[in-house]
């Protein structure tokens, strides 16, 4: 168990570092220049959006809008989920780790949206495609098919290999998947999406759903054809603790109650997530929000949400959304990360406490 947990906590490090490092200033200044994205096979070319893609977004979502997995998506496709007002709005405000442009205006922002809505390149095949032993509805072509919709639209966050990803969970061992039928219920998620899950929906064609759910039972097919059974953690396998023990530890000695509270922000939380996913959440809680105030020569101090951070570059979001980034010489700065009460546990924690704890987590719904 404890090497295990060795190992979570160090892929839980190695997240916040790949984040830290690959945010890239010249992108968060508006400044990155790339070569210039090349038009996608089929299409006519539109130089001007497409020198613009190459200025601003390509050092982050690659040359051909393709993304660069798993920390920035692909934008092939990207108005099959939001709208042009919306694409405008990403454009200029910004978000999460994503830095806003908003001198990008009139015919740039008009071009670059055409850019944006041409057809790309063809998601390119996995090095072992779908289980050739697939009929009907689910042969080989069909998922072929769903498969490269897949790689474009959902690879970023279930993975290429439908196995889960940075946010996804595995789809190969999906309830939901394992009742559907012919796409049924894959469907009716995909085109209304799970909004409390940050989940997007989807405006995909009858044909297209259903050559993406047979992608995805393919998928399922051949992950359970794999030699060595469970591919897994099962939420049974941590259901091993004990509750008043772990209640007692996070009220006490963890000193987990003088952040959170089980009636309040960790209301329900054991019915969002549940085994190995709520117990990474547990050790090293991803997307937790560091503040930071900065100090500027004139002496005004400014608060906001860290969007960016290294050696030469100090960047937050203010309440209003508005990015702003100065030169870490140029300014002081103190930053109040929650997430540092979690990594001082990891000296601390004995398997007991791990257990314990989670046993307790789990009856929160």
Sequence with gaps: MKRFLNAVLVAGVGFLVFHATLVPV??????????AAQSPSGAAPDKQGAVSYANHCAICHGE????????????????????????????HKGKGRMPGFPKLQDDEL???????????????????????????????????????LFHQNCAFCHGRDTMGGETGP??????LVQADVA????????????????????????QELLSLSAFIHAQATKAASMKGGRRGVDASDLQTGNVAMGKQYFNGA?????????????????????????????LYPRGAKSHV?????????????????????????????????WPVSRVKYVVDSPVNAHVDLFSKYTDADIHNLMAYLQTLR
Excluded at 26 to 35: H, I, N, P
Excluded at 69 to 75: I, K, R, V
Excluded at 170 to 175: A, G, V
Excluded at 262 to 280: C, H, K, M, V
């Design 293 to 325: 105030t900065v100090t500027l020569p004139s002496g005004q101090k400014l608060t906001g949400t860290v969007a960016y951070l290294d050696e030469f570059v100090v960047g937050m979001r203010d309440a209003d959304g508005t990015y702003r980034s």
């Design 183 to 206: 796409g049924d219920k894959i469907s009716e998620v995909v085109r209304d999406g799970r909004p409390e899950k940050k989940m997007p929906a989807f405006n995909f064609s009858s």
């Design 26 to 35: 010249y992108a968060a200044s508006g400044g990155g220049r790339s070569q």
């Design 254 to 282: 963890g000193t987990c109650a003088k952040c959170h509270s089980p009636t309040g922000d960790l209301s329900g939380i054991a019915t969002r997530y549940e085994g190995l996913q709520l117990e990474e959440r547990m």
């Design 64 to 91: 051909q809008r393709e993304g660069i997995l798993p920390a920035f998506p692909p934008l092939v496709g990207i108005k099959r989920q939001l709208t042009d007002q919306q694409i405008t709005d990403l454009v």
């Design 170 to 175: 595995d789809l190969t061992r999906s309830k």
């Design 110 to 148: 008009a071009a670059l949206e055409r850019y944006l809505a041409s057809p790309g390149l063809s998601a390119p095949e996995m090095a072992s495609g779908p289980s050739d032993n697939s009929s009907g509805a689910h042969s080989s072509g069909l998922a072929e098919a769903g498969g490269a």
